[in-house]
């Protein structure tokens, strides 16, 4: 038992090591060079002017959200639409209810009304 968990602590070890080294590896071999312009705020190459801060309502977080999660589940559906003549009736149903638990997430976004754009 003890063999099993010494695999698991140098697979742990390993995982670290690569982790770790190559950030620790270029901190050390940077060339170390400051300068005032280098620590400056860049923000698309020009100076800001004003209130930098704004903020964002989180209706277009949730619109974002919701586009990606259709959006894989057109990738989920993909193979099983190339495949569907060889599938079984279990996998058709699968994918039925797939759907189906999409599509209440779906009336649900609509419900809501975070589909709409302001």
Known sequence: MLNQFAFIGCFLLVALTFGIAPPALAWLFRPKKPN???SQIY?????????????FKAQYYT???????????AVFLLPWALAYNALALYAVIEAVIFI?????GLFYLWRKR???WM
């Open 100 to 104: 189906a638990i999409l599509l209440v």
């Open 114 to 116: 975070a589909l709409e």
């Open 36 to 38: 005032p312009r280098k």
């Open 43 to 55: 923000e698309c190459g020009m100076q800001t002017h004003g209130e930098t801060w704004v903020q």
């Open 63 to 73: 619109f974002a959200i919701a586009f990606v999660l259709f959006d894989v589940e």
